[in-house]
């Protein structure tokens, strides 16, 4: 391979290299003779020098510019949060109620079954009411047993005020022979001075005091029978106390059976709709046995907000709420409360982070919201979805 003067390799000695259908063919000229060869239809490009890329002659300004762009749009972010999204929201969020069982509190069988499934009723209207012939006969029975302790009381304050009246008899036989017993005294004084002055005979001053000691020992008879009076009119007292406790039990057996009587009839506590009925009439249920589910007027919003939605979410904030059944109603309300630990510190079996295989996970805590204006067109009960947002931050 030969180079011209300037380095370059001298291409005028090498064979011509293009493929054969690219060469030209010699074609007899028209007086006989060969023609030279036309020439090639289009020459090669000369190879010219790869140039670097763009982003290997400036890379700084390249590094800059995604900088640049990196900042924009986390200020955009912040904006957008701060500014142009004051809202945080949810779709783990239901209607929630403090739904209970309805049960009597008395046994028997259901006479009557006043209320149909899904009905609405008010606090006070009967829902159910049990044969009561059984508790009738138990409150007369306990009626009988008050009329006889009354009697045996009001027996014991008739013997104990005849007791008093032979107490005061047992005093006036006392007072009797306190007086006898002062003029036996003194018939025997006289007695003995006239034996002294000899004007009386000593027979009739043993007959004085004689007297005188069968007068004393009737007074202590007279005492004795007050005392046996008195302690007489305590025993009495003590029937007395007897009795009355009686009376008392009766009358509280009386009240336990009008107020099993009143159970007969099974009211609702308040007001809200009757659903899940399975109680029927004929039916022997026992107390506490469940005969319908009851839910109450009283709805909120249960939403599951994540730990990192509720910084700025205050109780009174409001909220939009929007029912999944219902999307067309229109519903505002305000956040009641925030319950203080998460959905599962308050689970029947928490999670226990301390054994060692620790992974954060960003948690649940639940949110009380309470509506403004339910829909009273619709049936919205405990359960159904909704997805709530909250105005954390005021819009300027």
Sequence with gaps: ???????????????????????????????????????????????????????????????????????????????WLTYSHPYETTDDAFVDSRQFAVAPQVSGAIAEVLVEDNQHVQAGDPLFRIDPRDYQAALEEAKARVASAQASVNGADAQIAAQQAQVEEANSRVEQAQASLAFAQQQAQRAQELVRSGAG??????????????????????????????KQVGSLQAQKATAIADLRQAEAQRAQAELSLSYVTVAAAQSGRVVRLTGAKGQYVQAGQSLAMFVPDEIWVTANFKETQITDMRPGQPVDVRIDAYPD???????????????????????????GNYVKVVQRVPVKIVADNWPTDVSIGPGMSVVPTVTVRPRD
């Design 201 to 230: 005979t000593v027979q009739t001053a043993q007959q004085q005091t004689s007297a005188l000691q069968q007068q004393e020992a009737e007074l202590g008879s007279a005492r004795a029978g007050v005392v046996s009076a008195q």
């Design 1 to 79: 391979m030969a180079l011209d003067e300037d380095g370059r390799v001298d291409r005028s000695d090498r064979r011509d290299e293009r493929p054969t259908e690219m060469r030209a063919e010699a074609k007899p000229s028209s007086d006989g003779g060969a023609r030279e060869p036309e020439k090639a239809k289009a020459a090669p490009a000369e190879v010219q020098p790869k140039r670097p890329s763009f982003l290997r002659r400036h890379p700084f300004w390249i590094l800059m510019a995604v900088v640049v762009v990196a900042v924009a749009a986390a200020a955009g972010y912040w904006y």
């Design 329 to 355: 109603h229109k519903i505002n309300g305000h956040v009641d409360s925030v319950q203080p630990g998460s959905g599962t510190a308050f689970s029947l079996l928490p999670a226990e982070n301390a054994t």
